[in-house]
């Protein structure tokens, strides 16, 4: 009895502690369990997150070295102003961070290295050398030629030849073989300084000529030009895709399928303990070609750090347990005042559960739970701020209706085989699905859901989040990765794409696709002579006028510089396509105001049409360039289309080109000197130096042609210097022969007078020489005045200051303005022959000569007049007190030997000979 009584007595303190606990345990456990779903859940997705941003990243750095290898194609030959315009279009802190610079890295042969090394002196770097010199007998050499930024860092990298290193060649061989983008292995950057240490990776595309077939790796192995490529300091790297992403987690790559020290290129964390790690992943990346490991980890002290949700239920829990089991015990004597605290403390149970929900309800994760039949039974705040729904509307309905109509079938077949073992299979996946919010906006989510045993029960627990702006981010690197920078306009890729497209539709419907390939006619003296930031804004203005003039089904893209192609599918010959060109022509010549310059400028066409031409985009491509070639060749401002023999001319423009390259290295330039003659007293008093270039088997070849190529390909810096140094040497010759002061005329091309060595290259010349600064006169065109910038005016006073005297050539044939004559230190005026050939029969060609001579002479500036052939013409210019006459009726150009003998003739005979000595008699 006294037995059954104390049990009687205690019974409700041990219900208390037993029915307290076992809540307590069950609520914790199923906290415990949420908890860590939730975290292994948001685990995989920041694995899968990182792994996604690597590979978005390293893809979008792989269009950049497209778009420049675009560019090399679409130019031929850039130059390094040019490539460094594009680079910084590229904006590549802000858009690509962690990338240290874009390059161009030449392939070179045995026989090709000592006149690279003079190109790039010659190009304003006395010093440069390929480096290391060491083992190239026994392999291919390369050079890295363009790297910008051109900053400290990367200045130690150029003129390194890449080939030297057994882990960058493996890459480079790689990519020139398969003609794809090729990662190297871990290597030491060459901008590695002495601090800050870190690995790094090189990314290579190689560069083919485009006039052969590619197809086989022999080919592509006799075509590469060289590699666009890009370095990379790991770190930088890692923290530029990812930012801060990576707190709280040690990220480990290894280059290769092996984790050690020898192959680890980044580590976030090297003094994390990740021995016994909760959670770990690890993925295999394919980057460009090669494997990535990356291996993440969650240290015990990040996953331990502060009191957990479930550990903060069973704290709780069992202190208010506890509570309640001294309540009962201590007033078990009051079974009304022990039931008062027993509610009590009951709904300091439920308070606690509360406290649970709070914390769910402000989780950045969307959770939802539904029943087996698909019913939402909880819906968070941030599912509620992703779907647009509050709780209310969706607790209590089916989950199909957060999806779009056409979905909500397929859902509720697979929930209703949610218990099948095929449907297990997907329970803790994460996958991507479609959202629909509230006010109908379909968006992509990720979704992963997870079974919860609750009470005999079926649950399921859905963790969603809204992908709406890592598409957009997406989206937009895809855009950057296939559209100009500049202009907008599609790249190349879309080209390919576009055009294989079009092909096909072509051949389906029995019709033709036209391909037009255009250039803008000496846009490059516009870059020379206003500057670039004037041929950009030209650029696009020319891009909107293209996109305007077309159809909607036709596509416009710039290739790179001044370079457009156009394609127009669906067209049934020639007779369809004549008026489009016509038009474009038309449009884009009429005039343009671009940042205060009103120009004119006039496109080259060529045209090439699909099957008839080529039946590929390499075809189609080199046929409409070698038509536009052909109109250029026409004189400009106009079209052709394709035809065969074209090939053989664009083989012998091409062969002329090569042969150009290397005529300074052989010797094969040489000067032709004209007298000048003084007007007045009929004595010689100078010469001007033309070029002229003989080859062994093209002959000689005219300063008409070769001159605009040079320009066209950069070379005009290296030729100029040439003819400066070798016009001195030899007027400083001759004068000494011929006992008297000869004054030498020298050209200077625009592009040879905005380098930044122009002042060297005439101290140089006037050094190795010993020719006197005063006797040298540089001639400069029209154009390089209507610059008009701070800088030419500068350089035109330090020439002056050197005792060089200043020459505007061929003025009335370009821009001509009285303004630029009164602010700039000019010394003469040379008449345009064009002028003087009708001089005698032309009342307006007369007059535009005389109106010079007398405004020269008003401005204090001496007159040379150009092309003198016939005696009329020199009385004609001596009565209108012109200074200097110069042409073929005093002397073809001929060779300094030659030069000599006709002047010492000059001086044992009258002035200009009798019978022209009789005429100037008469005249004075």
């Known amino acids: 009895m006294l037995l059954n009584a104390t049990v009687r007595k205690n019974l409700p303190l041990a219900i208390t502690l037993v029915v307290g606990t076992l809540v307590t345990l069950g609520a914790w456990r199923f906290v415990q369990d949420v908890e860590h779903e939730r975290s292994a859940l948001a685990f995989s997705q920041r ?326 039949r698909g019913i939402v039974r909880s819906f968070n705040k941030a599912a509620e701020a992703i779907f647009g729904y509050s709780a209310d509307e969706v607790i209590g309905h089916n989950v199909s209706r957060l999806m779009p109509e056409r979905y909500r079938a397929q859902h509720d077949g697979y929930v209703a085989r949610m218990e099948t073992s095929a449907s297990h299979r997907n329970l803790g996946m994460r996958r991507e699905v479609v959202g629909l919010r509230s006010d109908g906006e379909e968006f992509p989510l990720w979704l992963a859901v997870n079974k919860i045993p609750t009470r005999g029960a079926l649950e399921y627990v859905g963790m969603v989040s ?127 105001s671009v940042v205060g310059h009103e120009m004119i400028i006039t496109p080259s066409i060529g045209v090439c049409l699909c099957p008839d031409d080529g039946q590929d985009e390499r075809a189609l491509l080199k046929h409409a360039d070698t038509a536009m070639y052909q109109a250029k060749a026409a004189g400009r401002g106009n079209y052709k289309f394709f035809e065969s023999h074209m090939l053989r001319t664009n083989q012998r423009r091409l062969e002329t080109e090569t042969a150009l390259r290397r005529a300074l290295d052989r010797d094969e330039f040489s000067l032709r000197f004209q007298p000048q003659i003084n007007i007045h007293s009929g004595q010689l008093i100078g010469c001007e130096a033309l070029v002229r270039w003989h080859h ?86 029209e154009g390089v005045l209507l610059e008009n910038s701070r800088e030419t005016v500068q350089l035109l006073h330090k020439i002056r200051s050197l005792g060089v005297s200043l020459a505007v050539d061929d003025f009335g044939t370009g821009y001509s303005s009285l303004s630029y004559l009164t602010r700039f230190p000019i010394d003469k005026l040379k008449i345009d022959q064009s002028f003087v050939r009708d001089i005698t029969t032309d009342a307006s060609d007369a007059a535009v000569a005389s109106a010079i001579i007398a405004m020269a002479h008003s401005l204090k500036l001496a007159v040379v007049a150009e092309g003198v052939e016939t005696l009329e013409q020199y009385e004609f210019l001596s009565q209108r007190q012109c200074d200097v006459a110069q042409g073929f009726y005093f002397g073809r150009p001929v060779t300094s030997t030659e030069f000599v003998d006709s002047a010492q003739q000059f001086q044992t005979q009258p002035a200009l000979g009798d019978a022209r000595r009789a005429s100037l008699d008469q005249l004075h």
């Open 466 to 592: 809204d992908l709406t702006e890592r598409k957009r981010i997406q989206a937009e690197l895809q855009y950057t990765a296939h559209h100009d920078a500049l202009t907008t306009l599609p790249n190349r890729a879309v080209l390919k794409d576009r055009l294989d497209q079009a092909i096909r539709h072509a051949r389906r419907e029995g019709n033709k696709v036209a391909v037009l390939m255009l250039d803008l006619d000496h846009f490059k003296r516009i870059n020379d002579t206003l500057g670039h930031h004037v041929g950009d804004d030209l650029l696009i203005s020319i891009a909107l006028r293209l996109e305007a003039s077309v159809r909607d089904v036709d596509t416009v893209v710039r290739m790179g510089g001044d370079e457009f192609v156009i394609v127009l599918p669906s067209v049934n010959g020639r007779d369809d396509v004549v008026p489009v060109v016509e038009k474009l022509i038309r449009i884009l010549a009429q005039p343009i």
């Open 47 to 372: 694995v899968d997150n990182t792994a996604d941003a690597i590979l978005d990243r390293f893809a979008a750095y792989q269009q950049v070295l497209h778009g420049g290898a675009a560019l090399l194609h679409a130019s031929r030959d850039v130059s390094r102003n040019e490539w460094r315009v594009y680079v910084e279009h590229l904006m590549l802190e802000e858009m690509f961070p962690g990338i240290q610079g874009v390059g161009y890295a030449v392939n070179l042969g045995p026989d090709d290295l000592m006149a690279h090394e003079r190109a790039v002196r010659a190009d304003g770097f006395p010093d440069y050398r390929v480096h290391p010199q060491a083992d190239r007998a026994s392999r291919p050499s390369s050079a890295i030629l363009y790297l910008e930024p051109f900053d400290v860092r990367n200045q130690r990298a150029f003129g390194y030849d890449m080939y030297s290193n057994a882990i960058r060649r493996a890459a480079m061989a790689k990519a020139r073989d398969s003609g794809r983008p090729a990662l190297s292995g871990r290597v030491t950057l060459l901008q590695e300084m002495d601090q800050d240490l870190q690995a790094g990776t090189l990314l290579y595309l190689p560069v083919y000529r485009e006039d052969g077939p590619l197809e086989t790796v022999a080919q592509r192995r006799a075509a590469l030009l060289g590699w666009v490529y890009s370095p990379f300091r790991m770190n930088n790297l890692m923290q530029g895709i990812l930012g801060p992403d990576l707190s709280g987690v040690r990220l480990r790559v290894f280059d290769g399928l092996e984790q050690g020290d020898e192959n680890l290129l980044f580590d976030n964390d090297p003094q994390a303990d990740v021995g016994q790690a909760p959670l770990t992943a690890q993925r295999v990346l394919q980057v460009a070609g090669r494997p990535w490991t990356m291996s993440l980890a969650l240290p015990p002290v990040v996953a331990a750090t502060g009191l957990s949700q479930a550990s903060t239920v069973l704290i709780g829990g069992l202190v208010t347990t506890l509570l309640l089991a001294w309540v009962v015990f201590s007033l078990r004597t009051s079974e009304e005042r022990a039931g008062r605290l027993a509610w009590e403390m009951t709904d300091a149970l439920r308070a606690s559960e509360r406290r649970y929900r709070a914390i769910l309800e402000h989780t950045a994760d969307g959770i939802l739970t539904i029943d087996e």
């Open 696 to 781: 062994p088997q093209l002959g000689d070849v005219s300063p008409g042609l070769f001159i605009p190529m040079a320009e066209e390909m950069g070379l005009i810096g290296s030729i100029g210097d040439w003819v400066l140094i070798s016009a001195c040497q030899q007027a400083a010759k001759m004068q000494q022969e011929l006992g008297q002061p000869l004054q030498v005329a020298v050209n200077i091309s625009p592009q040879q007078f905005f380098r930044n060595d122009i002042i060297s290259s005439i101290n140089r010349a006037l050094a190795m020489s010993g020719f006197p600064a005063s006797q040298l006169e540089v001639e400069i065109t």
